[in-house]
């Protein structure tokens, strides 16, 4: 049974950092059938959006708003994804969720940020950014 479990949220004031964690049991980042993993944020009354994904190749991708800003990143031996939040804006309140996939499917454009290829998630952690 795969669990995620994040930490790391919290409130903070526009541009400030925050270093999102997610410990991930049930799934292993170095095997061949842990495609990918990510991060994505939902604010109450939209949908959820992906932040930043990687794949079991090391390719990453991530929205347009976040590029430059945010980096994900992985722990192989702790078995532990990040994201590493920098220049915080009120636009990037929102709960964040971890999420994995395995099939063993990879994209050579690296892998998608659509929520519809991820069927596991975390509970979720409140992320605050005051003006």
């Known amino acids: 049974q795969v669990q995620l479990v994040e930490s790391g949220g919290g409130s903070v004031q526009a541009g400030g950092s925050l270093r999102l964690s997610c410990a991930a049991s049930?799934?292993?980042?170095?095997?061949?059938?842990?495609?990918?993993m990510g991060w994505f944020r939902q604010v109450p009354g939209k949908e959820r959006e992906g932040v930043a994904v990687?794949?079991?190749?090391?390719?990453?991708n991530y929205a347009q708003s976040v590029k430059g800003r945010f980096t994900i990143s992985q722990d192989i031996a702790k078995n532990t994804l990040y994201l590493q939040m920098n220049s915080l804006t009120p636009e990037d309140s929102a709960i964040y969720y971890c999420?994995?996939?395995?099939?063993?499917?990879?994209?050579?454009?690296?892998?998608?940020?659509?929520?519809?290829?991820?069927?596991?998630w975390g509970q979720g952690t409140q992320v605050t950014v005051s003006s």
């Open positions: 999420v994995a996939h395995e099939d063993g499917i990879t994209w050579s454009a690296g892998p998608p940020l659509d929520n519809a290829y991820y069927r596991n």
């Open positions: 990687v794949d079991s190749a090391g390719r990453t």
């Open positions: 049930g799934v292993t980042f170095s095997s061949l059938r842990t495609s990918r």
